[in-house]
Nanobody, 124 residues
Framework: VQLQASGGGLVQTGGSLRLSCAASGRTFSTYNIGWFRQAPGKEREFVAVINWSGDSRDYADSVKGRFTISRDNAKNTVYLQMDSLKPEDTAVYYC??????????????????WGQGTLVTVSS
């Protein structure tokens, strides 16, 4: 499966953005999809993940209550709605696909396929 993240941009503190992760391939609906982010000089960190059917989700504590992950398997797309954005949310955001053998994963190394990333900048 090939993934392409989009929707990043510049937004003020408290604003919103919606990221999209579009996938090619007929097997998209069989993968769990995660969002990760990487700020300059920092390691890639987990943001959110949704299971293959869309009925189970997990969020990092830092985004819980502000970000919402969803998917539309008919459109081969996963979304990350980001509200109440903070300057510390500034990073390159990546989506990734994981074969759902062991539940929802937070570790980047568990993911098999990665998109190219989209930059989110939150100004103070």
């Amino acid at each position: 499966v090939q993934l392409q993240a989009s929707g990043g941009g510049l937004v003020q503190t408290g604003g919103s953005l919606r990221l999209s992760c579009a996938a090619s391939g007929r097997t998209f609906s069989t993968y769990n999809i995660g969002w990760f982010r990487q700020a300059p000089g920092k390691e890639r960190e987990f943001v959110a993940v949704i299971n293959w059917s869309g009925d189970s989700r997990d969020y990092a504590d830092s985004v819980k209550g502000r970000f919402t992950i969803s998917r539309d398997n008919a459109k081969n797309t996963v979304y990350l709605q980001m509200d109440s954005l903070k300057p510390e949310d500034t990073a390159v955001y990546y989506c990734a696909a994981d074969v759902p053998l062991t539940g929802l994963q937070r570790r980047p190394r568990s993911y098999d396929y990665w998109g190219q990333g989209t930059l989110v900048t939150v100004s103070s």
